[in-house]
């Protein structure tokens, strides 16, 4: 059973930065395609970003494209999300998420999830 991990979430004024970590634990981590989710108050769950197993590949939702960076650590069982020029907009519970296939834009794909992080950026 894959356990993750989210820390790094906080307060943050707008065009400020924040720097999100997942740690992976109970199976090979390598073998894990890591993505990233968030959900704000009263909507679904969104994809945010997705990085493949050996972290070659990477996407990202359009609305955090060019402001968002994913990067992992097969080392260290880490995946980090590295969020610059917030908005207000990009306040929600930021989740990480893990599947044992290929990167994946569909949250029903992701067979493992944190309990999430609180981000929330103030205008």
């Known amino acids: 059973q894959v356990q993750l991990a989210e820390s790094g979430g906080g307060l943050v004024q707008a065009g400020g930065s924040l720097r999100l970590s997942c740690a992976a634990s109970?199976?090979?981590?390598?073998?894990?395609?890591m993505g990233w989710f968030r959900q704000a108050p009263g909507k679904e769950r969104e994809f945010v970003a997705t990085?493949?197993?050996?972290?070659?590949?990477?996407d990202f939702a359009d609305s955090v494209q060019g402001r968002f960076t994913i990067s992992r650590s097969n080392a260290k069982n880490t995946v980090s999300l590295q969020m610059h020029n917030l908005k207000p907009e990009d306040t929600s519970i930021y989740y990480c998420a893990a599947r044992s296939s290929s990167t994946s834009r569909r949250r029903d794909d992701y067979n493992y999830w944190g309990q999430g992080t609180q981000v929330t950026v103030s205008s």
């Open positions: 109970g199976a090979p981590f390598s073998t894990l395609s």
């Open positions: 990085i493949s197993r050996g972290g070659g590949v990477t």
